[in-house]
């Protein structure tokens, strides 16, 4: 493929990444106005975002049989139809039970798309330059959770209903998808994935990420699941027990992390080095700013704690897909539905230590588990390898 072409696809990755992240946001987004609608209480609140998390994680049990049988790219484009049909019934949904129905649908159709998005982009570049557009994919992912909830508020605040913002989503990635197919049509940009068949028997799959080096980076991502989902679901409400600030401690996080993937290719350390000790600096930063107990430096600590460790995951990705670029969607997947793991027992675990002992606890937690994401990555794999 020569370098117009694949300037192509990766463009595609990156505007599909930003609309899988766009329909992640508006759940949060429209959560109020979902809930007001459908007059739902207690745990009926929840339960949208609950099946989408199932959904996505059976998406990724699945993306293991599918390795090999079927193109990346071809995947890809089945994931996002079902997205953008399951936006289409999200906005005609006249009952509750349907509409949650339809997120679980769309949940297993951005499983897919999150696993396939990092997989087609490792196979598209390699070594450095593979860890910067890794960054970059992922960094695409992290603007869109910025910036769309902003547009929808606004397009509500100009009178559009909660439930049109689903039509307009969907409308932008059936567009998108058109003109994708009329510009690779036009450009006659082939997808020329080789089809290999592999086992998907659980114990084929166990003997791969163990003969790969790849049993570090999945627990990395296990640990790292644990430890931003935490932070990202009850850090403001800690924060707010010390100080009431007009800049909520989760956007300081995410700023962070946002900043981190921009830069850190451009920065003189490789990935393999970073990764050993990202999550471990960060700690020490969080760490330092929730002993001082109060509520601007502890925002001012997660910002540059996010800075740290916020690549890890694209680095990871890098890494992993580095040590079987056979089968990238077998690493992804892996690591993929590690993290979804870490990120589901995360909530529920904070919960319970703030019942049980505070939340402070909780939140120590999730610095034990930055430490613990880092050091998954020692000893050096690559070095293991050689016997060096």
Not at 310 to 326: D, F, Q, T, V, Y
Request: contains cysteine; aromatic residues 10%; positive net charge.
């Amino acid at each position: 493929m020569n370098q117009n072409k694949r300037n192509w696809v990766a463009a595609f990755l990156l505007i599909s990444m930003f609309f899988m992240s766009a329909v992640y946001a508006t759940q949060g987004a429209l959560l109020s106005s979902m809930i007001d609608a459908f007059s739902l209480t207690g745990i009926n609140q929840g339960t949208a975002n609950s099946v989408t998390f199932t959904g996505s994680i059976i998406a990724l049990i699945t993306a293991f049989s599918l390795q090999g049988r079927f193109r990346k790219r071809f995947i890809l484009v089945v994931s996002m139809l079902i997205s953008v049909v399951g936006l289409v019934f999200l906005w005609g949904a006249p009952s509750y039970a349907l509409y949650v129905a339809t997120w679980a649908a769309i949940g297993f159709g951005l499983g897919l798309m999150d696993t396939v998005l990092s997989a087609c982009m490792a196979d598209l570049y390699t070594g450095d330059t593979g860890t910067l557009m890794m960054c970059m994919l992922h960094t695409a992912f992290g603007l869109s959770s910025v910036l769309m909830p902003m547009a929808y508020n606004a397009m509500m605040a100009h009178g559009i209903s909660w439930k049109q913002i689903y039509l307009i989503v969907g409308f932008f990635g059936s567009t998108f998808l058109l003109v994708s197919t009329i510009i690779k049509t036009k450009k006659q940009i082939r997808d020329v994935e080789v089809l290999t068949p592999e086992s998907h028997e659980i114990k084929a799959i166990a003997e791969s990420i163990s003969r790969d080096h790849l049993i570090g980076l999945v627990a990395a991502m296990f640990f790292q699941g644990v430890y931003l989902s935490g932070l990202n679901t009850w850090i403001n409400r800690y924060a707010d027990t010390l100080s009431v600030l007009s800049i909520p401690a989760q956007s300081c996080l995410f700023f962070g992390v946002m900043v981190s993937r921009m830069i850190m290719p451009f920065l003189p350390i490789k990935a393999d080095r970073y990764v050993k000790l990202g999550a471990a600096l960060g700690a020490v930063v969080l760490a330092a700013g929730l002993l001082t107990h109060n509520g601007l430096i502890l925002r001012i600590a997660l910002a540059v704690g996010g800075f740290l460790a916020g690549a890890m995951i694209p680095c990871m990705l890098s890494i992993g897909c580095e040590r079987n670029r056979k089968n990238t969607l077998l690493v992804t997947t892996a690591m993929m539905l590690a993290l979804y793991l870490g990120q589901c027992i995360s909530s529920p675990l904070i919960g319970i230590l703030e019942s049980s002992v505070g939340l402070e606890a909780g939140i120590y937690l999730c610095v034990i588990c930055m430490l613990a994401c880092s050091l998954c990555n020692w000893p050096n794999q690559s070095d293991a390898r050689t016997g060096r």
